[in-house]
């Protein structure tokens, strides 16, 4: 089925580090059909116009991981994203290699990074010297008990979502969207002995600096949705250990503060959240902020309707709880 | 210089196994790989893994249906060992932490794949590949071993009448190192993309095979070539064969269930040669879609269904085709998918060379023969990735230590500078188009004798051309160009065995069919080909099939 041609003009990150004073763009300019993934463009351009560009590629089906890139500033693979769109709404489809790692050359980035942090949670079953495995035979797993994995064996790690973090942009110890997807998918498994302690370990290595953005969860692309399985390690670390870092304790705090007035008191939050010194540290901060917003001094009134609130609250405390399989 | 007891040359499914084998014996053990481990083509095998553990079902099933669908030239002594370790390589995968999916008693789920009498297809979703390289990935990660990530292999150093190491090339920093090992494993896939209409991943491009056929082991069956029959159009993305295991119907223009002429027992789920010649037929006798092709037909399975245990699947086809399988069928046409054939091994993995072993999709054991069926590569990879590790740490430990010289490096350096140094001569990727083109057109599903041998032409003036073939990138790092010729030149070598093994075998078994021989003609030909590397071009002599309890019978699905 011969189907019209769009012109492709694709502008590409060119870098050798060990040749080149600075990154440049190059134009490379090809007729494609709308539907022809990035990826087939790029090895057009390499087989057809410059066998000097450079960049992963393996099995071109979403499923290898080795594509991920910039593909008009969104973390993408290029194998599964189209031209089509991309002209359509950029005009030109500007490619760039991955952000948070160092780049290697061209569209290439050193991954190690990456690759230490998967390994740092310790990706594979730990013993649990109470349940041995079955001798002979599989460990027997229900359907519901699959389902708690979610999304996360669709895992290719490719490091979009690695790419996409601010988190990892602003604090070089952010364990990353991809390893803690990992984790929760270690934790989960009835087959695992160590869930408590992967739990208590994360506490401080990094679960609680995730910002909530979901931007993984938007460059993923195998739907794995990072940020919804790091909000359900928090919720299963609190449950196990309770608020032991200021990033649980200021859920805790933030969760009672709204519980009991509907309101945050934010001189209270500061204080559930780092202690009493804590506060203190902080309470130049604190005065400057308070000539701007002096309520913030004050206590909050409970809010109109806050029985209600209480209410909802109710019914999720009777909920079942989230975390046991 | 590095040194290592074993080197393990591919980190897919069966590089893998047979490091942890190797690793589990005590030794020093590298991999080598040009991919990271986890991007190996491994991980896009989708429908399963095959193992009689059903009630019903039988290992002497699983051997029948494994001879039968070989054509008997599958060796039934290797067939026989390799489906009675089923049942204990899919509970050590599930022990290592493999997410399979799971029936509704909690036991692992089993789905009905091509020329098999049960259900035996065990799987986790349509990714079991990828579920199998993760767990296995995970389970060697908590061992030492050597990593040499993304870094070629250029040819073997064998000396004395034995294995002493390998030179490769570290793609980050362009250089290249003679690597000691007292034995090596070849476990880097196979030669797909030696078509241009393949599943296969890019990096199938039988970098090992070559190296080993340079080496002068014997390649076994090489002209068995397996087509898939459903790739999606255009892109040759792979369909799994679990879509019509889970009740997927092929349907031809006018709407008919073409099947039923081809396979009046079993439909759809005949042997994916069986399948592959019916489509052809189909599209070539007229009654295909106009641009060539078949429909694939899972909407009646419902929406959940599709989506749960076919998610990928959905996934590739909204992806790569625009197509919702859900709501409307999925436009397939073969295209090559799996080499039966590979280096020579016996059930122990060991090739004609001393020191050399060789599993998974590179090596040929033979319990494919002239077909495999579809759930039993992964299986393959992992019986015999342990098997190859575990003989490469027995023969280590009696071997005396590896000898390589800087003659051995210098020798390879300076082949492969000079096709960057020369001004003028071809680029890689133009050889290699015009040798998928010569493959996809005159090498495919019906072989024709005079389009083989004018493609035996055609790869022999490639192979001319390519000694004076040129890298055009000068960076030492990272670069792929040279890769590219690398690969090309590897390429070249075995389309030539492919073609030669066709062009000689004057009958049609598994996959292979000639027009003109179109019977199996088992007095003659019920023998493994063997290719060793000569002057002019591969030597071909034959051995015999290792015939246990099976008669060879008519197959018929």
Redesign the interface.
């Known amino acids: 089925?011969p189907e019209a041609t769009v012109t492709a003009n694709f502008d590409v990150y060119r870098y050798?580090?060990?040749?080149d004073a600075a990154p440049r763009y190059q134009r490379y300019t090809l007729q494609l059909a709308p539907?022809t993934?990035v990826l087939t463009g790029l090895?057009r351009i390499?087989?057809?116009l410059d066998?000097?560009l450079?960049?992963?590629?393996?099995?071109?089906?979403?499923?290898?991981?080795?594509c991920a890139m910039l593909v008009n500033s969104k973390s993408r693979l290029a194998c599964?994203t189209?031209v089509g769109p991309e002209i359509e709404q950029h005009g030109r489809i500007v490619i760039d290699p991955m952000r948070n790692l160092p780049v290697?050359?061209?569209l290439?980035v050193e991954?190690t990074t990456f690759?230490s942090k998967y390994?740092r949670i310790e990706?594979?079953?730990i013993d649990d010297p109470a349940h041995p495995?079955p001798v002979?035979?599989?460990?027997?797993?229900?359907?519901a008990?699959?389902e708690r994995?979610k999304e996360t064996?669709?895992c290719?790690?490719c490091g979009a979502c690695y790419s996409a973090c601010p988190a990892v942009e602003a604090d070089a110890e952010f364990p990353g969207p991809m390893a803690l997807a990992k984790l929760y998918?270690f934790v989960v498994?009835p087959?695992d002995g160590a869930r408590r302690e992967r739990l208590v370990k994360i506490q401080t290595e990094g679960l609680w600096l995730c910002l909530r953005c979901h931007l993984c969860t938007e460059a993923c692309p195998?739907d794995v949705q990072p940020s919804q399985r790091i909000r359900d390690l928090k919720e299963m670390a609190v449950a196990v250990q309770g608020g032991t870092e200021p990033g649980s304790r200021h859920a805790i705090g933030f969760k009672d503060n709204i519980r009991s007035t509907g309101t945050l008191n934010e001189m209270k939050l500061v204080r559930q959240t780092s202690g009493l010194l804590g506060m203190v540290a902080q309470a130049p901060q604190g005065i400057k902020l308070s000539r701007k917003k002096p309520e913030i001094l004050h206590a909050p009134k409970k809010i109109e309707g806050q029985e209600e609130l209480e209410k909802l609250y109710e019914l999720l405390d009777d909920a079942p709880p989230k975390e046991e399989p | 210089m590095q040194r290592h007891d074993v080197v393990v040359v591919g980190a897919g499914l069966a590089g893998q196994r047979a490091a942890l084998a190797a690793v589990a014996a005590g030794l020093d053990v590298a991999i080598v790989t040009k991919?990271?481990p986890?991007?190996?083509?491994s991980?896009?095998a989708q429908g399963g893994i095959n193992a009689a553990v059903g009630k019903e079902d039988s290992v002497d099933t699983h051997i029948y249906d494994t001879v039968k669908g070989s054509d008997y030239l599958g060796d039934q002594d290797a067939i026989e060992f390799f489906c009675r370790e089923a049942g204990?390589t899919?509970?050590e995968m599930?022990?290592?932490?493999t997410?399979?999916?799971?029936?509704?008693?909690?036991?692992?789920a089993r789905r009905p794949f091509g020329g098999a009498g049960f259900p035996r297809t065990i799987y986790?979703?349509d990714?079991t590949g990828?579920?199998l390289l993760?767990a296995l990935y995970?389970?060697l990660?908590?061992e030492a071993f050597t990593l040499y990530e993304e870094w070629d292999l250029t040819s073997l150093i064998v000396r004395d009448g034995r294995v002493q190491g390998i030179v490769a090339f570290d793609r980050?920093h362009g250089d290249f190192a003679a690597i000691a090992a007292r034995s090596v494993v070849i476990a880097t896939g196979p030669a797909g993309r030696i078509y241009g209409r393949t599943t296969n991943?890019?990096?199938c491009t039988g970098d090992g095979i070559a190296a080993a056929y340079d080496a002068g082991a014997a390649l076994k069956d090489m002209e068995f070539v397996q087509f898939h029959p459903t790739a999606l159009l255009e892109?040759s993305?792979?369909i799994t064969e679990g879509a019509r295991g889970e009740g997927g119907i092929l349907k031809n223009a006018s709407g008919e269930r073409f099947m039923a002429r081809y396979a009046p027992h079993v439909f759809d789920l005949a042997s994916r040669d069986v399948v592959s010649r019916a489509i052809w037929t189909e599209v070539k006798e007229g009654r295909g879609f106009?641009?060539d092709f078949v429909h694939l037909e899972l909407m009646h399975l419902g929406r959940e269904k599709i989506e749960s245990r076919l998610?990928?699947i959905c996934?590739?086809c909204r992806?790569?085709?625009?197509i919702d399988p859900v709501t409307e069928p999925i436009p397939v046409m073969p295209a090559q998918h799996y080499m039966m054939g590979g280096v020579s091994t016996n059930i122990r993995g060991e090739t004609t060379i001393p020191g050399l072993f060789s599993a998974g999709e590179a090596a040929c054991v033979s319990i494919h023969g002239a077909n495999r069926l579809g759930g039993n590569s992964l299986l393959e990879t992992l019986v015999f990735g342990k098997q190859a590790g575990e003989s490469a740490a027995a023969y280590t430990a009696k071997a005396p230590a590896a000898s390589v010289t800087a003659d051995d490096l210098d020798r390879e350096t300076g082949r492969i500078r000079a096709m960057s140094d020369r001004k003028d001569g071809e680029?890689?990727?133009k050889l290699r188009?015009e040798m998928q083109h010569t493959m996809d057109e005159l090498v495919g599903i019906y072989r024709v004798p005079a389009e083989l041998v004018e493609a035996l032409r055609q790869i022999r003036a490639l192979k001319a051309r390519y000694r004076s073939v040129r890298v055009?990138?000068t960076?030492?790092?990272?670069?792929?160009?040279l890769t590219?010729a690398l690969e090309t030149g590897h390429m070249l070598e075995l389309a030539e065995v492919i073609v030669a093994g066709a062009i000689a075998r004057t009958e049609s078994r598994g996959a292979h069919t000639r027009v003109d021989f179109p019977k199996r003609d088992d007095g003659h030909w019920m023998r493994h080909t063997m290719a060793t590397k000569t002057a002019d071009g591969p030597g071909l002599s034959y051995a015999p099939v290792a015939y246990t309890r099976w008669e060879p019978k008519e197959r018929v699905y």
């Open positions: 089925m050798d580090p060990a040749t539907h993934p090895l390499r087989d057809e066998p000097t450079t960049l992963r590629y393996s099995c071109r089906s979403a499923i290898c991981g080795s599964q189209p290697l050359r061209d290439v991954m690759w390994s990706p594979h079953l495995m002979g035979r599989e460990t027997t797993m229900s359907p008990q699959v994995f064996p669709r290719i790690a998918r498994d087959r195998k | 991919l990271h986890l991007r190996s083509h991980g896009a204990p899919v509970v599930e022990h290592f932490g997410i399979f999916s799971r029936g509704d008693d909690g036991s692992l986790a979703a990714r990828l579920a993760q995970e389970r990660g908590t980050r991943a890019h990096s892109s993305i792979l106009p641009g998610q990928e996934d590739f992806s790569f085709a625009g680029a890689p990727a188009l055009e990138d960076s030492k790092r990272y670069n792929l160009n590219d």
